[in-house]
């Protein structure tokens, strides 16, 4: 067993399951909320005080940011599921070792995006046929987002390294410290030094290197099994190899899923900037709402991975059953409350007179919201089998995503106009869901047929 003088790692492999997920879902909520609200203050301020052009500007560049920041949590997430997986086993060099795995691939990956997103931001912009009005300010914004992805990735790795240790409250509490940071910055740099669009993105690039400071020193002075000693730092191809090979497909997953999101973006810009508005104010509220599912679906990976680590299958099955219960009865409690509180939440972002783009979100809201349970289930079995160490057909699921985002955007939007960009998401999720379902119960009842005698 490892030593846990300071508490700051859990075993998931011994306890009831649905309260080990669920105390460890709780911490990854708000976490996960924490991260939204970077986009939400974003949105907020911007919309207030730089007037409705400049919050179409930022909001026209979240599919871009998904593209990359996307495949930067999925990258990131899918690195750590070896480490929890090596946790699980109680292989303490083994942890080390995948560390620094963790970190080489994260530098080389940050390295690329950042030349990769900078050099082709504007020419991304154009391809999606951003408004003229508003695309000068969108590459504002988004080439400095795009500088800054080191800052992005290491706060994301960090953060991934400890709650693979079962610890998933010190990462709410790091992100909680910079979301604050940037709350107190982003005004600042708006409306105080006169910064504009390009402000708002500083302040969270600097909130983001001040949250990787502390996390960091967190790390040194609280969580000693991930200290790296010499001898680990040498160059081990197989293990960077297993690193990759879950970290990879789960990091190129989500840009396939934005690369969707991307084309949907198109469809809008085409509806003018009012739908582009409504949908960036209303994307906030709904980034928000899903990461309680997300979190569950986050949890699962962490569990499934010490447990699989441990090789205690029985376990896996039943801790995804208990995670359907709690997820689901979530999902429709949160859709009740947004379709209700609808119009009231879209008045936050634009105030009164705006009544198009309120009419425009409530009916984003009515559409993505009904169909949440939908996704719930989608988070638990992609990240289930994420953290069993498979990495193809939550690919696939990816590329169905994609294929139903296409779909949604070159023929339900001539039809239906805005509420056809409204279906795109739903459809994926419903797309995404079927392949990860029968891949799931597939796998458990392999497993269970395996491992008879447990």
């Known amino acids: 067993m490892f030593e846990d003088k300071n508490n700051a790692v859990k075993d998931l492999t011994e306890g009831e399951p649905a309260k080990l997920i669920l105390f460890f879902t709780l911490p990854l909520i708000a976490g996960n909320i924490f991260q939204q609200l970077y986009g939400f203050v974003d949105t907020l301020i911007v919309g207030r005080f730089l007037g409705v052009n400049a919050l179409a500007a930022v909001g026209c560049t979240g599919s871009l940011m998904f593209l990359m920041l996307g495949f930067v949590m999925g990258l990131t997430s899918g690195l750590s599921i070896y480490t929890g997986q090596r946790f699980g086993a109680k292989d303490q060099i083994g942890v080390r070792q995948s560390v620094v795995a963790c970190t080489i691939i994260s530098i080389i990956a940050s390295i690329i995006l950042t030349i990769l997103g900078v050099t082709f931001c504007r020419e991304l912009l154009i391809i999606m046929e951003t408004p003229p009005e508003i695309i000068d300010g969108a590459y504002s914004f988004i080439s400095i987002i795009y500088g800054g992805m080191i800052g992005f990735i290491m706060i994301q790795m960090q953060t991934n390294l400890i709650r693979s240790l079962g610890d998933s409250k010190m990462p709410t509490v790091i992100q909680a410290v910079t979301l604050c940071i940037n709350i107190v910055l982003e005004p600042i740099a708006i409306i105080i030094l006169n910064g504009g669009i390009p402000g708002a993105a500083l302040a969270t690039i600097v909130s983001l290197v001040i949250g990787n400071i502390i996390c960091l020193i967190y790390i040194k002075k609280r969580v000693p099994i991930l200290h790296t000693q010499r001898n680990d730092w040498q160059f081990d191809k197989k293990i960077l190899w297993a690193h990759a090979r879950i970290g990879l497909p789960m990091g190129f997953q989500?840009?396939?899923?934005?690369?969707?999101?991307?084309?949907?973006?198109?469809?809008?810009?085409?509806?003018?900037?009012?739908?582009?508005?409504?949908?960036?104010?209303?994307?906030?509220?709904?980034?928000?709402?899903?990461?309680?599912?997300?979190?569950?679906?986050?949890?699962?990976?962490?569990?499934?991975?010490?447990?699989?680590?441990?090789?205690?299958?029985?376990?896996?099955?039943?801790?995804?059953?208990?995670?359907?219960?709690?997820?689901?009865?979530?999902?429709?409690?949160?859709?009740?409350?947004?379709?209700?509180?609808?119009?009231?939440?879209?008045?936050?972002?634009?105030?009164?007179?705006?009544?198009?783009?309120?009419?425009?979100?409530?009916?984003?809201?009515?559409?993505?919201?009904?169909?949440?349970?939908?996704?719930?289930?989608?988070?638990?079995?992609?990240?289930?089998?994420?953290?069993?160490?498979?990495?193809?057909?939550?690919?696939?699921?990816?590329?169905?995503?994609?294929?139903?985002?296409?779909?949604?955007?070159?023929?339900?939007?001539?039809?239906?106009?805005?509420?056809?960009?409204?279906?795109?998401?739903?459809?994926?999720?419903?797309?995404?869901?079927?392949?990860?379902?029968?891949?799931?119960?597939?796998?458990?009842?392999?497993?269970?047929?395996?491992?008879?005698?447990?």
């Open 254 to 454: 989500s840009s396939i899923i934005a690369i969707g999101a991307v084309v949907v973006q198109v469809a809008l810009n085409n509806l003018g900037p009012a739908a582009v508005a409504a949908t960036a104010a209303a994307m906030r509220v709904d980034g928000i709402a899903v990461m309680p599912m997300m979190s569950f679906g986050v949890a699962m990976a962490a569990y499934t991975a010490q447990n699989f680590g441990a090789q205690k299958f029985s376990r896996i099955n039943e801790g995804v059953k208990k995670c359907i219960y709690m997820s689901c009865s979530f999902s429709i409690a949160i859709a009740i409350l947004i379709i209700t509180f609808g119009p009231d939440l879209m008045k936050l972002f634009v105030g009164e007179g705006q009544d198009q783009i309120v009419e425009y979100g409530e009916q984003f809201f009515i559409i993505n919201s009904s169909c949440f349970w939908i996704l719930s289930l989608l988070f638990i079995f992609r990240f289930t089998l994420q953290g069993l160490g498979q990495s193809v057909v939550p690919t696939i699921a990816g590329v169905m995503e994609l294929i139903m985002r296409v779909l949604a955007a070159v023929f339900l939007v001539d039809i239906f106009g805005y509420a056809g960009a409204c279906m795109a998401s739903p459809l994926a999720w419903l797309g995404a869901c079927i392949p990860l379902s029968i891949s799931f119960f597939l796998t458990r009842n392999r497993m269970c047929k395996e491992h008879l005698n447990e």
